[in-house]
């Protein structure tokens, strides 16, 4: 099988070492996965962290 290049959510690079994440809306009823690159996945894990 070929290997898809992922595309970052936030920074539209294309990553074949993405990270996927899950993310709610404000009722935190619905998720919805999202892929990053490595920095921008970086950059959530501190906004997660305040
Ligand atoms: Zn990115």
Sequence with gaps: M???PYTCHY????SDNAKTITLYNEEGLEDQLKILCDS???DWL????G
């Design 46 to 49: 501190l906004s997660l962290n």
């Design 11 to 14: 920074c539209d690079k294309e």
């Design 40 to 42: 921008c996945y970086a």
């Design 2 to 4: 070929p290997v898809m």
